[in-house]
C-alpha cells in the first residue's frame, strides 16, 4: 500500500465556520489522497510508515489564487502610488526586464525557491507577456513538485512601447506558440491558464480571441476585477456598450463556466461589484481572489467578502505580490480578518467580519477548490499538508489545537517554522 501516516495536532476546517481541531491525532495519506483524520491509527493502514510530528501541529496546505510572478523582485517597495500610476512606474518596468533571460533566470528562481518553502502548496500565477520567460518559470515550477496554474500575460493597448504584444493578431499568435510550447513539454505539475491582463489592457479583439481560445483548449482564465474606482472608471469609457465592468470579461466568454464543458475564471480584488456584476459572478461560477495586503497598500478598497459569502459564491485569497508584500499565505489570513473588521467598522456594519475559521476556510477550501477536491484533510481530499513548528513562538499559556492555529496565522513570521510540507500525498521537505 502506498501512503504514510502523520501524527501530531490536527487543526482543519470542518466547514466554513469551524474547525475539526485534535490534540493527538493520525492524518492518512494513501495514493496521494486523505483518507482521513483518526484518534487511532486504522487497522487497514497500521502497517504504513509513521510520521511521528508530536509537539508540532498538522493542517491543509494553503492556496495562493493570485499572484505575480514578475513583481517578486519589488515587493515590500513602492507602495506609495494607487493601482494605476503603480503600474506604470514599477510594474511595466520591471516587467520588461523579462525579455532578458538571464534575468528572469535569476528573479524567477529567487521566486520559485521561496514559494516552495512557503506555506503555499498551490497558487495560479501571472508571468509577463514574454514567451520564454513564461516557459523558463513554469519549468522551474514544475520541478518544485508544487502545483500551479501559470499564465502569459496578454497585453495590446494602453500599455507601453517597451511592454506590448503588437496587435491583437500578433497577441494571440505568440499566446498558441506559448501553449503549443507547454504542451510539448508534457507537464504534470503546473498548468497553462488564459490571462488578459485587465480589460484597459486587452482590446475587443483581443478578448474575443482569448475567449475562443479557452474554449478551444479548454482552459481557465484569470484576470483582474473592479479593483479601483479609477480603474473603473476608465473602463466604462473603454467600453461604452457595457453596462459593468464584469460584462466585459462576460461578453467574450472569460468568466468561466463550472458546467463539464467549460474551465473556471478567476477574477482578483472584486472590492467594488454592482448588483449586476455579482449576478454575473454568480451565474458562471467565477472565483473571487481576495487580495486584502494588496487592497490596503496601493489604496484600492476593502472587498465585501461577507456579502459574497453569504451568496454562496467562490472565494479564496491571494497575496498579489508586490501589490502586497510578502507570499505568506498566513499574513494573507490574518490580513482578510483585519480587514473585515476595518469594512465592518467603517463602511457597512450590516456585514459582519471574517472569524479566523472563515478565513482560513478562504485559504484552504476556498480556493482550493479551483483546483478540484483540494484544501482539506477530509478523506478524498487530494493530500496537501503542513507541519508546523510553532515552539519559537513563546508563551507560558497552554493553547489547544485551534488557537495555535489562529495563532500561528498572526505570529507565524515571529518564530514560527514549516517543518514538512506535502503536495498531492508527495513531501516536499
Known amino acids: 500500500m502506498n501512503g504514510f501516516v502523520l501524527r501530531g495536532a490536527v487543526c482543519y476546517n470542518a466547514s466554513p465556520t469551524t474547525f475539526d481541531a485534535r490534540e493527538d491525532a493520525y492524518v492518512v495519506c494513501h495514493d496521494?489522497?486523505?483518507?482521513?483524520?483518526?484518534?487511532?491509527?486504522?487497522?487497514?493502514?497500521?502497517?504504513?510508515?509513521?510520521?511521528?510530528?508530536?509537539?508540532?501541529?498538522?493542517?491543509?496546505?494553503?492556496?495562493?489564487?493570485?499572484?505575480?510572478?514578475?513583481?517578486?523582485?519589488?515587493?515590500?517597495?513602492?507602495?506609495?502610488?494607487?493601482?494605476?500610476?503603480w503600474l506604470n512606474t514599477?510594474?511595466?518596468?520591471?516587467?520588461?526586464?523579462?525579455?532578458?533571460?538571464?534575468?528572469?533566470?535569476?528573479?524567477?528562481?529567487?521566486?520559485?525557491?521561496?514559494?516552495?518553502?512557503?506555506?503555499?502548496?498551490?497558487?495560479?500565477?501571472?508571468?509577463?507577456?514574454?514567451?520564454?520567460a513564461t516557459m523558463l518559470l513554469m519549468d522551474k515550477l514544475e520541478a518544485t513538485g508544487l502545483k500551479t496554474f501559470v499564465g502569459k500575460v496578454n497585453m495590446n493597448r494602453n500599455s507601453p512601447d517597451y511592454l506590448a504584444d503588437g496587435t491583437a493578431a500578433d497577441s494571440l499568435a505568440a499566446t498558441r506558440a506559448w501553449l503549443d510550447g507547454v504542451e510539448a513539454?508534457?507537464?504534470?505539475?503546473?498548468?497553462?491558464?488564459?490571462?488578459?491582463?485587465?480589460?484597459?489592457?486587452?482590446?475587443?479583439?483581443?478578448?474575443?480571441?482569448?475567449?475562443?481560445?479557452?474554449?478551444?483548449?479548454?482552459?481557465?482564465?484569470?484576470?483582474?476585477?473592479?479593483?479601483n474606482l479609477s480603474e473603473i472608471a476608465w473602463v466604462k469609457e473603454l467600453c461604452p456598450w457595457s453596462s459593468c465592468y464584469g460584462q466585459t470579461y462576460a461578453r467574450f466568454g472569460l468568466l468561466g463556466d463550472e458546467g463539464p464543458a467549460g474551465g473556471k475564471a478567476i477574477m482578483a480584488h472584486c472590492n467594488y461589484c454592482s448588483d449586476e456584476e455579482v449576478r454575473l459572478l454568480q451565474a458562471h461560477g467565477?472565483?473571487?481572489?481576495?487580495?486584502?495586503?494588496?487592497?490596503?497598500?496601493?489604496?484600492?478598497?476593502?472587498?465585501?467578502?461577507?456579502?459574497?459569502?453569504?451568496?454562496?459564491?467562490?472565494?479564496?485569497?491571494?497575496?498579489?505580490?508586490?501589490?502586497?508584500?510578502?507570499?505568506?499565505?498566513?499574513?494573507?489570513?490574518?490580513?482578510?480578518?483585519?480587514?473585515?473588521?476595518?469594512?465592518?467598522?467603517?463602511?457597512?456594519?450590516?456585514?459582519?467580519?471574517?472569524?479566523?475559521?472563515?478565513?482560513?476556510w478562504l485559504a484552504t477550501c476556498g480556493g482550493g477548490s479551483f483546483f478540484g477536491r483540494v484544501g482539506s484533510l477530509v478523506a478524498g481530499y487530494?493530500?496537501?499538508?503542513?507541519?508546523?513548528?510553532?515552539?519559537?513562538?513563546?508563551?507560558?499559556?497552554?493553547?489547544?489545537?485551534?488557537?495555535?492555529?489562529?495563532?500561528?496565522?498572526?505570529?507565524?513570521?515571529?518564530?514560527?517554522r514549516i517543518a514538512h510540507k506535502f503536495v498531492a500525498g508527495c513531501q516536499l521537505f
Not at 37 to 59: H, S
Open 90 to 132: 514599477y510594474t511595466f518596468p520591471e516587467e520588461a526586464k523579462y525579455a532578458d533571460l538571464s534575468y528572469a533566470h535569476q528573479a524567477y528562481g529567487y521566486f520559485v525557491e521561496d514559494l516552495a518553502r512557503s506555506a503555499t502548496t498551490r497558487a495560479a500565477i501571472f508571468g509577463t507577456l514574454h514567451v520564454p
Open 286 to 360: 467565477t472565483y473571487i481572489a481576495h487580495c486584502p495586503q494588496s487592497n490596503t497598500l496601493i489604496s484600492s478598497g476593502m472587498a465585501p467578502i461577507r456579502r459574497y459569502l453569504d451568496l454562496g459564491m467562490n472565494v479564496g485569497l491571494g497575496t498579489d505580490v508586490a501589490g502586497g508584500a510578502s507570499l505568506n499565505m498566513f499574513r494573507a489570513v490574518s490580513d482578510a480578518v483585519a480587514v473585515s473588521k476595518l469594512r465592518w467598522r467603517c463602511v457597512d456594519q450590516g456585514l459582519p467580519p471574517l472569524s479566523i475559521q472563515e478565513a482560513f
Open 382 to 416: 487530494e493530500f496537501d499538508a503542513l507541519v508546523l513548528d510553532d515552539s519559537g513562538i513563546r508563551t507560558p499559556r497552554h493553547l489547544d489545537a485551534a488557537q495555535r492555529l489562529e495563532r500561528f496565522c498572526h505570529l507565524s513570521s515571529e518564530g514560527g
Open 185 to 227: 513539454r508534457g507537464y504534470s505539475n503546473t498548468r497553462p491558464i488564459i490571462t488578459p491582463r485587465f480589460t484597459p489592457s486587452c482590446d475587443d479583439e483581443l478578448m474575443s480571441g482569448l475567449g475562443r481560445l479557452a474554449h478551444e483548449r479548454g482552459l481557465n482564465v484569470q484576470s483582474h476585477l473592479s479593483e
Open 32 to 85: 496521494g489522497v486523505s483518507a482521513g483524520v483518526f484518534d487511532e491509527i486504522p487497522p487497514d493502514y497500521a502497517d504504513l510508515p509513521l510520521v511521528d510530528c508530536a509537539g508540532k501541529l498538522i493542517c491543509p496546505g494553503l492556496v495562493d489564487l493570485h499572484v505575480h510572478a514578475p513583481q517578486y523582485t519589488f515587493r515590500g517597495t513602492g507602495a506609495d502610488l494607487e493601482l494605476l500610476d
